[in-house]
């Protein structure tokens, strides 16, 4: 185990495992206080989150981040990735998060533009010094995520893949 086990974290990793397919696990943090071990997870079969039974999974801003990311398409249950993080020290709940790949569903970057605004609105969250529609010039996205720490605090989790370089005609002349 890489946490301390508690009755609540058992129960949740014992209903994540009769539903789902663990993806990978990890440990971050600075500090033994901080440190948190993250469990990842696609589900097996296509269920809705609530039938998990984890109550952290029916929070409204996770099923509200859904229906902004996804907005109405189908796209493959392996679309939708899910992390509990616990913390190591005491073994409590200390976030969830869910991220949606953005190849599985299909959506042109001004259309996922508009997602992140969407989110970003929706959420209350910080807005970047750059606008959406220029930060995907800069690479193609790969996942879109939203996560709530202990307090249902929300975060958004941005992953990019990079666009291939292309060096400019200006440049390649001097070569």
């Keep these: 185990m890489l946490f301390r086990s508690t009755n609540d974290t058992d129960l949740m990793l014992e209903r994540l495992s ?9 440990l971050e943090g600075s500090t033994l206080s901080t440190a ?6 696609r589900v097996a079969n ?17 099923a509200r981040f859904l229906s902004v990311a996804v907005e109405g398409r189908r796209f493959p249950q392996h679309a939708v990735l899910m992390s509990l993080g616990f913390g190591l020290s005491a073994g409590q709940l200390s976030s969830v998060k869910l991220d949606v790949c953005a190849h599985c569903i299909r959506r042109t970057a001004s259309d996922w533009a508009k997602a ?15 606008p959406w529609t220029e930060l995907l010039k ?8 939203l996560g709530l720490d202990g307090e249902s605090k929300p975060r958004l989790n941005v992953y990019l ?13 001097e070569l």
């Design 18 to 26: 009769l539903r789902t397919v663990l993806v990978s696990a990890g």
């Design 138 to 145: 800069a690479g193609e996205l790969a996942f879109l995520g």
């Design 116 to 130: 992140l605004s969407q989110c970003q609105r929706d959420f209350e969250l910080v807005h970047l010094p750059l």
């Design 46 to 62: 296509a269920i809705p989150l609530a039938a998990l039974g984890l109550p952290h999974l029916k929070k409204a801003e996770l």
């Design 161 to 173: 893949k990079p666009m291939p370089f292309r060096r400019s005609e200006e440049h390649t002349s």
């Design 36 to 41: 948190t071990a993250k469990v990842y997870w």
